[in-house]
């Protein structure tokens, strides 16, 4: 990919589970950033609201 990538996740998720989805993807795009959300779960756009779009603002103003 050439394009910036922002990897977020959950360190309980179990819909996707953190040690084989999260880390691996952000290994796997190169130049990608990551952001794990300790403690929280698959859907972090109704639990971490907030902190979800704080997060996404600041990466496309990168």
Known sequence: MTVP???VHGTTDLAAP????????AELVEGSRFI???GAAH?????????????LLAFVKE
């Open 5 to 7: 990538t922002l990897v």
């Open 36 to 38: 794990a959300y300790e």
């Open 43 to 55: 859907g972090l756009f109704a639990t971490h609201a907030e902190r979800l779009n704080e997060d």
């Open 18 to 25: 953190y040690a084989l989805c999260g880390p691996r993807t």
